[in-house]
């Protein structure tokens, strides 16, 4: 069992940054592909970004790709995900997930309860 904590969220401006983090505990975290999922008022959760165990290989989503950046510390057992040049359109809950597959995958098994991200215009 993994257990995945979100931080970061908060109400920023478009044009503005955030970062948020992910803490694990549990298993053995680096053994584990980590991904961030987004999920928005009426719409099905949808992948964000994934990072390999070794944090070598990355994988975007297109509505994010050059805006946002998916990173983790293996000492630390986290992952971040920092969001530059935020947009209205990326308000959403922001879910953190650890899976058994190599990236690209869609397939997490590990969740966290999210953190919500608002991005006014």
């Known amino acids: 069992q993994v257990h995945l904590v979100e931080s970061g969220g908060g109400l920023v401006q478009a044009g503005g940054s955030l970062r948020l983090s992910c803490a694990a505990s549990?298993?053995?975290?680096?053994?584990?592909?980590m991904a961030w999922f987004r999920q928005a008022p009426g719409k099905e959760r949808e992948f964000v970004a994934g990072?390999?165990?070794?944090?070598?290989?990355?994988d975007y989503a297109d509505p994010v790709k050059g805006r946002f950046t998916i990173s983790r510390d293996n000492a630390k057992d986290t992952v971040y995900l920092q969001m530059n040049s935020l947009r209205p359109d990326d308000t959403a809950v922001y879910y953190c997930?650890?899976?058994?597959?190599?990236?690209?995958?869609?397939?997490?098994?590990?969740w966290g309860q999210g953190t919500q991200v608002t991005v006014s215009s």
């Open positions: 997930a650890a899976g058994r597959y190599r990236i690209p995958t869609r397939s997490y098994d590990y």
């Open positions: 549990g298993r053995t975290f680096s053994n584990y592909p």
């Open positions: 990072i390999s165990w070794s944090g070598g290989s990355t």
